[in-house]
């Protein structure tokens, strides 16, 4: 058995500014390191000892990972960092706060753009597209060391997690587009040496 822990970066600069982000590099806002220490808290009082973590190529995924090591007192624990991790690309949403969006093309056509599987926004990535970069990463680099009994942390953001949820959890098109993933709060599966999860809480 070991234990895979997915956490979404803490609050962006853009998360607060209710701003597409994608993958333009902002930083954390206070409450998102705040968020990123308390994810740390939670780890360290748990008791698990990560072997190995994997982070986005963006600052937020990459600084809450840092945080979270610096909680855990393993500030140099071995780091693989894959644009495959990265969010979701907005293509030409990127750098629009929502509301004006919402206002500039129907609120209904920005909502088929933000919670339908298959739909893209102009010049972007839904979050099948997301999917089809990130699974084969997962499936390749990340999987196989949680199956030899490895302990992983990956820090990184909210669809490409929810894509990496969506395999675990056996979640259909139609479920995934329901789930939203909190920034800052670690989910922890067990997973047995044939990959299967065993359990799953959300600290």
Known sequence: MALLVLVRHGQSEW???????????VDLTEKG???????????KKLGVKFDTAFTSNLV???KTLAII???????NLPTEKNLALNER??????????AEAAAKFGAEQV??????FDVAPPGGESLKDTAARTLPYFDAKIMPVVRIGKNVLVS?????????VMQLDQLSAEEIVKLEIPTGVPIVY????????ISKKIL
Request: glycine share 10%.
């Open 15 to 25: 998360n607060l500014k209710n701003i597409f982000t994608g993958w333009h590099d």
């Open 69 to 75: 090591l610096g909680e855990l007192c393993i500030p």
């Open 60 to 62: 937020r995924a990459q």
């Open 190 to 197: 067990e997973v047995d040496t044939n990959g299967k999860v």
């Open 89 to 98: 690309d907005y293509g030409d949403l990127t750098g629009q706060n929502k």
């Open 156 to 164: 990184a953001h909210g669809n490409s997690l929810r894509s990496i």
């Open 111 to 116: 909502q088929i753009w933000r919670r339908s």
């Open 33 to 43: 390191a705040i968020e990123a220490r308390s994810a740390g808290e939670k780890l």
